[in-house]
Nanobody
C-alpha cells in the first residue's frame, strides 16, 4: 500500500499564498499520477490538479489554472501544490491521492479514478 501525508495548510488572508506538501511512503507506483483534490463543507470533492510521477505532465482545474502550481520531487517521494492569489472560495480540506491506473500521459479529474487517499490538510482563506 501507499501512505500519503499532507501538510502545509493553515489560515491565510485573501490574496496570500500557501504551499502544500504530500509525502508518499510504502509501495509507490512510478507510472501512476498523483492528484490534489479539495472538499468544502456541504460540497462534493472536486479535482484541483494532477501530475505524472515520472514524466512531469500536469493538468489543472479551470478554477485554479494560473494561480496554483503542482510539482514533484521524486527523490523525496513528495508532491507539492503551490497556491497563490488565494480566494475565500478556495477554503477546503485539501487531499492528495494516487491515480488508480498506470499512465504517463493521461490525467483523470474524477476522484473515482484515485486511491490511497491522504487524510487531508485544512486551508482557510479569510476575506
Amino acid at each position: 500500500q501507499v501512505q500519503l501525508v499532507e501538510s502545509g495548510g493553515g489560515l491565510v488572508q485573501a490574496g496570500g499564498s500557501l504551499r502544500l506538501s504530500c509525502a508518499a511512503s510504502g509501495h509507490t507506483f512510478s507510472t501512476n499520477a498523483m492528484g490534489w483534490f479539495r472538499q468544502a463543507p456541504g460540497k462534493e470533492r472536486e479535482f484541483v490538479a494532477a501530475i505524472t510521477w515520472r514524466g512531469g505532465i500536469t493538468y489543472y482545474a479551470d478554477s485554479v489554472k494560473g494561480r496554483f502550481t503542482i510539482s514533484r520531487d521524486n527523490a523525496k517521494n513528495t508532491v507539492y501544490l503551490q497556491m497563490n492569489s488565494l480566494k475565500p472560495e478556495d477554503t477546503a480540506v485539501y487531499t492528495c491521492a494516487v491515480q488508480d491506473f498506470s499512465s504517463q500521459y493521461y490525467l483523470d479529474p474524477s476522484p473515482l479514478k484515485y486511491k490511497y487517499w491522504g487524510q487531508g490538510t485544512q486551508v482557510t482563506v479569510s476575506s
